[in-house]
């Protein structure tokens, strides 16, 4: 039931993006950035910011994250977000995965995915260490992922779309990554973050809240 919501212009960064000055770094380069030959501007993202990302050639679990949030009346450009995670500094992100919630390089990301960044511009930088700090405490919690095969029926079944009228719940599948963020923003700012309609928070819903603006990125050379 595409078409429930109305998408707002993104600002999306890629990997064939031209690189746009310079920079001198003091750290050594991960294999993504050498390849690239290009890293993030570390003087834009903050800790606590929302980190939204779309593979550039989908595999079988991205696919059926974005059909579902299609199908549940996202826009495609909203729907096409089939994973959120924190940023937490110093090029390194937390993120809920099937092996539960853990940090990792956001370079790791570089070649093979769209990245957007996202922020309440109404969180302090101080408020914003405390998210990230808030998402850390989480490490090694398990979002429960027992309901795969409900995101398989309801990315094919019928009568999928008359649920999206009414505000169902996701699979977990399409919730975890995007609950971490949504109950970390919480815990810090005593706001609830996510489709206020349909009462679940997925990657596409974080696109779409008019709560976070998007962050300017660009590449720079090193």
Not at 23 to 51: A, C, F, H, K, M
Not at 82 to 107: M, N, P, Y
Request: aromatic share 10%.
């Amino acid at each position: 039931m595409a078409g429930l919501f109305t998408s707002m212009p993104q600002i999306v960064l890629g990997p064939t993006e031209p690189s746009q000055g310079t920079v001198l770094v003091s750290s050594p380069l991960s294999n993504e950035e050498r390849r690239l030959q290009r890293v993030l501007d570390p003087t834009i993202p903050r800790p606590g910011d929302l980190v939204l990302a779309s593979s550039i050639v989908p595999t079988f679990i991205p696919r059926q994250i974005r059909a579902v949030q299609m199908r549940g009346g996202y826009p495609v450009d909203d729907a096409r977000w089939e994973h959120a995670a924190i940023f937490i500094g110093k090029g390194q992100i937390v993120e809920a995965t099937r092996k539960g919630v853990h940090t990792t390089r956001l370079s790791r990301y570089f070649e093979t995915h769209l990245l957007r960044f996202r922020r309440d511009e109404r969180i302090s930088l101080i408020e914003g260490y405390e998210l990230a700090i808030e998402a850390l405490t989480y490490q090694d919690y398990r979002y429960s992922f027992l309901e795969i095969f409900r995101l398989l029926l309801r990315a094919r079944g019928a009568g999928f779309a008359n649920k999206a009228k009414e505000g169902f719940n996701y699979p977990k599948q399409t919730l975890i990554c995007s609950q971490l963020y949504a109950d970390s923003y919480s815990a810090i700012t005593g706001r609830v973050i996510g489709n206020h309609r349909a009462r679940e928070t997925t990657p596409a819903s974080l696109s779409m809240s008019k709560q976070l603006q998007d962050v300017q990125l660009r590449w720079l050379t090193p």
